[in-house]
């Protein structure tokens, strides 16, 4: 597992970029998204907004699994689970083919032949158990993604892992969000459905880096 942590860490830092604008335009952004929702939007709309935001969660700071129990809340579970499951598989495929194009090239800037035949040697013997077991934690869940992409995993190896854990996340926090927001819990619920996935994270990283 320790093969993985200096990619790991840069892949990381590439993820972080994106967070920078919005700490200089977070307040006109913030404006504009409760223009947007003013009047509060159809369940249509909802469900297309939840599929895009998690579509793009390869590349942005989304909190993914509040996304998922909000649309739970807001769509129902089978609407809800649908909607998140659409949204995060078709950003893990769109990563995974970027990064299967571009990532060798961009990779061996950054790390050495030797490094990459050792990730190599990971996904041939952990990949898809990794893709599933980490599918639930945040930049952990997106790492993977671009890392097994860059070493060309295979995508017979990539998609079943993947959807199958996708789906798992969408139908449980989605089952939250509806259950939370019949119960009137639905703001504890997000803070929840975004502070275990970050705690797990944190846990798993240093396990990984003993």
């Known amino acids: 597992m320790r093969e993985l942590i200096r990619p790991l860490k840069i892949v990381a830092l590439t993820l972080a970029i994106p967070i920078v604008p919005f700490l200089f335009f977070g307040n006109a952004l913030e404006a504009r998204v409760q223009s947007l929702l003013d009047p509060p939007p159809g369940p249509a709309t909802i469900a297309g907004l939840v599929v895009g935001v998690l579509a793009t969660d390869i590349f942005l700071p989304v909190p993914s699994s509040a996304v998922?129990?909000?649309?739970?809340?807001?769509l129902g579970v089978v609407v809800g689970a649908a909607a998140s499951f659409c949204g995060m598989t078709l950003g893990s495929v769109f990563g995974y083919w970027l990064?299967?194009?571009?990532g060798r090239a961009i990779a061996s800037r950054f790390a050495g032949e030797s490094d990459l035949e050792k990730i190599e040697s990971v996904a041939a013997r952990f990949g898809p158990g990794l893709l599933l077991l980490l599918r639930p934690l945040p930049v952990l869940a997106e790492a993977s993604v671009l890392i097994f992409g860059t070493v060309r995993l295979g995508w017979r190896r990539f998609l079943p892992p993947v959807v199958a854990g996708n789906l798992a996340i969408a139908i449980i926090y989605a089952l939250l969000g509806w259950y939370a927001s019949e119960k009137s819990y639905l703001p504890p619920a997000i803070?929840?459905?975004?502070?275990?996935?970050?705690?797990?994270t944190?846990?798993?990283r240093r396990r990984m880096a003993r």
């Not at 990064?99 to 571009?102: H, I, M, P, Q």
């Not at 803070?191 to 797990?200: I, K």
């Open 68 to 74: 998922c129990t909000v649309a739970g809340a807001s």
């Open 99 to 102: 990064a299967l194009r571009y």
């Open 191 to 200: 803070v929840v459905s975004m502070a275990v996935p970050v705690l797990l």
């Open 202 to 204: 944190e846990a798993v």
